[in-house]
């Protein structure tokens, strides 16, 4: 039995000890939003926070992740997608096919909550997620509106 | 915070695919399809749809419009990012004369197209046709509606209906002042015959088409909310993982199941064809777990042995070959190289690419001796279902496809189904029961769709005043038409290994007039399996073209775009677009200090397209593409932001194979596994895009795929104007670009 906080709620799961968070969240708790596009921490779409910070839940074990630590998915952002990152994709119809952008958002809101105002450079550095159908040059504008709008270190 | 004990698989109910407007509609569609059963259960519920009562009625296949007013567009094409559920339900509205702020819209199935006498047309989306093949039907699907709904109208106040107008899904007798809407008129006009005579507006009066508009199905992906094909959820639903005969053409010799049969959740283990072997297991995790353990051993049959060098001879043959087919030939090229002056030539080559969808492949499927329903992302459900029943051993009537938003296509999830083939075989192992098939991305790597793997020799006579007198293109390689679509080769070739050579046609057309001239094409066809990859056969033509265009130009003293310009005469749409980015990139001033310039146009797709494409590259042999200006003149523009947000998202699909991407064959298998060996690109390399969109009329092309063509040859030209190296065998990543 594995305990898990996911989004404010506590959760009792039956998976196997080296189980990837990812497939917990996916499959145990059907929380879908999270994504499976490599498997092996390259492309990013099944970002994650785990106590505020993004990591790739393909690659943690769901063993090696606490009870206490909090973990947020793209269900848990906000409530009505209403985090700056969120309002900020929406104004720049940021998505393509949509299936990069649960993790790119998780990415994003994640280095605005570190650095709230991060340069180009810095945006293009942290942000290494794949996406392909090439909504990149969006995902950048989305970030420095998110940024703008003085909220970005929020959630 | 609240504890959740639920015991531990009893997944959350996950949020419906189906917009609830589908609930009326599947009713409604059931009865006109003679009543049959759709089976349509919603994901996590359980529960099949019920007829609800008072749903309204459709008003013509095409529309169904509410009593609260809410329009609903029924989309046949598929949505993969691309916008094309957006354009479609723009145009449908348009016609319609309904408020934008209430259209929704919803997927028809291709067993209600089957059944309705293909009323809504062909399912197919791919080579940049959804909306310019179905633009008409869908128009006049729209405008026949907003007939009916004026007739009501008008017949209910006793008026005839050429009094009345319609705006904004308001009808109004100005006459007499009186107004009505759609919604309390929708279920009259349903009970009216079709209008006979349909006009269409003038695209110049447009107000819905044609403008800037957001898309429709942005919200939930924003929230996670967006069910993909992955996403899936049935009630009482297994998972399967699968492994497929690393080479093409081996088979299944034994495999052990015993070994992994007690492993956590398993539940069985079978072979899938002659080819494949697959684990169904309660959770897909536990599935691929098991699969990973389970010895296979293959009979890796005849290409074993085939290695990328292996292919690469091949072809080289091919470059020299007596035999080949002819695609375009005017004059006399060999007596024009004879006569030359100067003589230029030159070999390129272009490797294999996997299509890389964000998504990997996946189906779930339900099989019964019966019936069998299938629920995929496709961007052909017609061809799916007719993938299904195949593999179902049932007739398409006692089949069903659902069509499951895509996570990315770009000619993957088309032409061909093998992944819903695989998706039936399992299920058939377990009746009744449905299976959800995910592809690991290992999977997926090494079982794509191919782009084709092509050589091409060009050999070019120049006068001695520089001028183009002669062109030979032999291109030796692959046909995807040939590996998967033998039914549309004409007379043994390949039109579409010609894309952008045509020398006429409203397709792809070469843009050059060139006195001498032959392309042709020596079909080689290796064993791993080509496919339709965003761009087609576009993508190598333009580099083979347009690279070598500026060699010429180089070769001949001359500005490579004045050397273009002087061919161009008879070409005057393909030339505005080369013009337009010339000037926007400010071709004939200095670039900055230490950025280079280069250029490249060509026509495909129905659509003219140009790049030119600012660089720099470091003394360490650092490629950085700073800018790049693309200009399209696909006819219509159907939603100017969502073109310039298709041409950026193609040029980093393009630029992302023209400068990392390599599947490379050894022992008979593609050795590229992950994103970690197939490298693409991402955000650090993303350079600025800025689009002209200059639509000239009366034609309709595509905006998906055309521009994708032209920044690789844009950026490889400018590479060379920066480093005096020709880069030819792609990717880019094979070219040392340190300077010496
Ligand atoms: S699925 Fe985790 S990084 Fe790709
Ligand atoms: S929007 Fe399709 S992969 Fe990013």
């Given at each position: ?25 996916r ?5 879908t ?123 | ?36 059963s ?23 296949a ?110 109004t ?117 098991a ?27 091919g ?46 499927a ?38 499951i938003?895509l ?50 020799r ?19 390689g692959?046909?995807?038409l ?36 032959l ?60 013009d ?9 001033t ?41 200009a ?6 159907l ?35 992950n ?66």
């Amino acid at each position: 039995m594995v305990r898990l906080n996911v989004n404010g709620t506590l959760r009792e799961v039956e998976a196997e000890p080296d189980t990837p968070l990812l497939w917990v969240l996916r499959e145990q708790i059907g929380l879908t939003g999270t994504k499976y596009g490599c498997g092996i921490a390259q492309c990013g779409a099944c970002t994650v926070h785990l106590d505020g910070t993004a990591v790739r839940s393909c690659s943690v074990p769901v063993s090696a992740v606490a009870a206490e630590q909090k973990i947020v998915t793209i269900e848990g952002l906000s409530a009505g997608a209403d985090h700056p990152v969120q309002k900020a994709w929406a104004a720049l119809d940021v998505p393509q096919c949509g299936f990069c952008q649960s993790g790119m958002i998780m990415a994003s809101a994640a280095l605005l909550a570190q650095n709230p105002h991060p340069s180009e450079s810095e945006i293009r550095a942290e942000i290494t997620n794949i996406c392909r159908c090439g909504t990149y040059n969006r995902v950048l504008a989305g970030i420095q509106r998110a940024a703008e709008s003085g909220q970005g270190s929020r959630g | 915070m609240s504890i959740d004990t639920r015991p531990g698989s009893a997944p959350a109910p996950a949020p419906s695919p189906v917009r609830p407007s589908r609930r009326g509609f599947l009713a409604g569609a059931a009865a006109a399809a003679g009543g049959f059963s759709l089976g349509f259960h919603l994901p996590g519920t359980g529960e099949a749809i019920a007829a609800p009562a008072g749903a309204a009625p459709e008003v013509n296949a095409w529309v169904v419009v509410r009593p609260d007013e809410t329009v609903v567009i029924r989309i046949a094409r598929s949505e993969m990012g691309q916008g094309t559920l957006t354009g479609l339900a723009q145009l449908a509205a348009e016609e319609l004369g309904c408020d934008w702020a209430r259209v929704t819209t919803e997927y028809p199935t291709p067993g209600q197209n089957l059944a309705r006498a293909r009323v809504w047309g062909d399912f197919s989306t791919g080579g940049s046709r959804g909306i310019r093949e179905s633009h008409e039907l869908v128009r006049k699907g729209g405008a026949a509606a907003r007939m009916m709904l004026i007739e009501a109208a008008a017949q209910g106040w006793g008026v005839p209906a050429s009094s009345c107008r319609a705006e904004k899904g308001v009808i109004t007798h100005a006459e007499s002042g009186r107004t009505t809407t759609y919604g309390s008129v929708a279920a009259e006009a349903a009970k009216l015959p079709p209008p006979k005579d349909v006009v269409l507006k003038d695209p110049k009066d447009w107000t819905i088409a044609g403008q800037p508009l957001k898309r429709l199905d942005t919200r939930p992906k924003l929230d996670g909310s967006q069910i993909y094909g992955m996403d899936l959820s049935l009630p009482g639903m297994l998972n399967a993982a699968i492994r497929d005969c690393p080479v093409t053409g081996g088979t299944v010799k034994s495999f052990e199941a015993e070994a992994v049969s007690g492993m956590p959740g398993v539940k069985r283990v079978v072979q899938v064809g002659e080819t494949g072997v697959a684990v169904i297991a309660d959770t897909f995790w536990r599935a691929k777990t098991a699969l990973d353990a389970l010895p296979i051993v293959w009979d890796e049959g005849p290409n074993a042995g085939v290695s990328s060098a292996s292919i690469a001879a091949v072809l080289r043959e091919g470059l020299d070959a007596p035999e080949a087919y002819i695609g375009n030939k005017a004059g006399d090229v060999e007596a024009a190289l004879k006569g030359a002056e100067r003589v230029v030539e030159a070999v390129y080559s272009v490797p294999f690419q996997n299509h890389a969808t964000m998504e990997p492949m996946n189906a779930t499927a339900r099989w019964t001796p019966e019936r069998c329903e299938v629920w995929t992302p496709t961007q052909n459900g017609e061809a799916a279902l007719a993938a299904t029943a195949e593999a179902a051993g049932l007739s398409a009537a006692k089949c069903e496809v659902y069509k499951i938003h895509l996570g990315g296509g770009f000619g993957r999830r088309g032409a061909t189904h093998d992944w819903v083939r695989q998706a039936v075989l399992i299920a058939k192992e377990m009746p009744d029961t449905p299976i959800k098939l995910i592809w690991t991305r290992e999977e997926d790597m090494t079982h794509g769709r191919y782009h084709p793997i092509t050589q091409c020799r060009l050999r070019a006579a120049l006068d001695r005043n520089g001028d183009l007198t002669g062109l030979h293109m032999r291109i030796s390689g692959q046909s995807i038409l040939a590996a998967i679509m033998p039914q549309r080769m004409v007379n043994g070739r390949d039109p579409v290994t010609f894309q952008g050579l045509n020398p006429s046609g409203p397709e792809a057309t070469l843009g050059y007039a060139i006195p001498n001239i032959l392309v042709d094409h020596a079909m080689r066809n290796p064993h791993i399996i080509p496919g339709f990859w965003r761009g087609v056969n576009m993508n190598p033509n333009a580099i083979y073209l347009e690279c070598f265009m500026d060699e010429l130009a180089h070769a001949a003293g001359q500005d490579p775009l004045a050397f273009r310009r002087k061919l161009m005469a008879n070409h005057p749409k393909h030339r505005a677009v080369l013009d337009a980015v010339a000037d926007k990139i400010g071709w004939s001033t200095k670039p900055p200090e230490g950025v280079a310039r280069g250029i490249a146009q060509m026509m495909g797709f129905g659509s003219y397209v140009a790049a030119a494409a600012e660089v720099s590259v470091s003394p360490d042999g650092k490629l950085k593409v700073h800018r790049i200006v693309a200009a399209t003149d696909p006819g219509y523009a159907l939603n100017p932001q969502q073109i310039d947000a298709q041409i950026a998202g193609s040029f980093v699909y393009g630029l992302s194979a023209a400068l990392h991407g390599a599947c490379t064959v050894k022992d008979g298998r593609i050795e590229q596994t992950n994103f970690d060996t197939y490298p693409v690109m991402r955000l650090d390399e993303m350079p600025a895009v800025e689009t002209i969109i200059m639509p000239s009329g009366g034609f309709w092309g595509g905006v998906g795929e055309p521009t994708i063509a032209v920044a690789a040859p844009a950026v490889l030209n400018a590479v060379f104007a920066a480093t005096g190296k020709r880069v030819r065998d792609l990717p880019l990543a094979n070219t040392d670009l340190r300077r010496a």
